[in-house]
């Protein structure tokens, strides 16, 4: 499994340096928040029986996202997607209905610094829809045998603000895949440092995305 990890977008040792610190720092705070300790046991237990997400090569990397709002001030830190598929999403089965059978999500931490904003103190709602889209599309083109598609429809409610500086998981969750079509949920929490669920954290944005696979897939470039 491959991990998303941000890659500078400048080269100036400064710059770098400050990046490599700010980097450096979120990641001794995530490791201090319980529910990042339970997902990652999570992972631990749900992979020991669940081999075949251990085995995602994902196909993009997210360079708008990874690069260009990427740093200090930006996305100061994105954590390694954790990826929950059950071994029987793998057969790409149809899913005609919610499966509460088996597990098909994943999650996502980041924290999204004061550059971000579009009213003062207020992450852009511009950028969490690029984060939603990103992310749910990630999951589910792990649910198409060849890993590729493209957004097709993307609904999002915004029901609380997302302040700059937070810490925010984005829980992404396959609903339907039928044929060449995928519909995926889309969550963001803020994260509550004393918290070990997201039920018990603050819901700020949903979205439903529609994804396909079309018929010129095989254009695609990675």
């Given amino acids: 499994m491959t991990v998303d990890h ?6 100036d040792e400064s710059v770098l340096k400050e990046e490599y610190l700010s980097e450096e720092t979120l990641e001794q705070q995530i490791l201090a928040f319980p529910i990042y300790q339970h997902f990652v046991d999570l992972f631990q237990k ?12 994902e196909r993009l990397y997210p360079n708008f996202t990874g690069a260009t709002l990427s740093g200090p001030h930006k996305i100061a ?6 990826y929950f598929i059950d071994d029987y999403h793998f057969q790409f089965n149809e899913i005609t209905e919610p499966d509460n059978d ?13 550059l971000l ?3 003062k103190g207020i992450v852009h709602g511009g950028l969490l829809a690029t984060l939603l889209d990103e992310l749910t599309c990630r999951v589910g083109f792990l649910n198409f045998e060849n890993r590729r598609g493209v957004t097709a ?27 060449r079509k995928c519909w995926v949920k889309g969550e963001v929490y803020l994260i509550d440092k004393s918290k070990r669920s997201l039920e018990d954290c603050d819901l ?5 995305v529609l994804i396909v696979e079309p018929k010129w897939v095989d254009q695609l470039k990675h």
């Fill in 102 to 114: 088996h597990d098909n999500y994943s999650i996502t931490f980041l924290q999204l610094g004061d």
């Fill in 153 to 179: 429809n993307l609904n999002i409610n915004y029901k609380k603000p997302t302040r700059v500086e937070s810490w925010v998981c984005i829980k992404c969750t396959v609903l339907k895949k039928i044929g």
């Fill in 117 to 119: 904003s579009g009213h």
């Fill in 77 to 82: 830190y994105r954590s390694q997607t954790l």
């Fill in 204 to 208: 700020l944005t949903t979205c439903e």
């Fill in 6 to 11: 941000v890659v500078p977008a400048s080269t």
């Fill in 46 to 57: 749900f992979t020991s029986t669940n081999t075949k997400t251990l085995d995602v090569v």
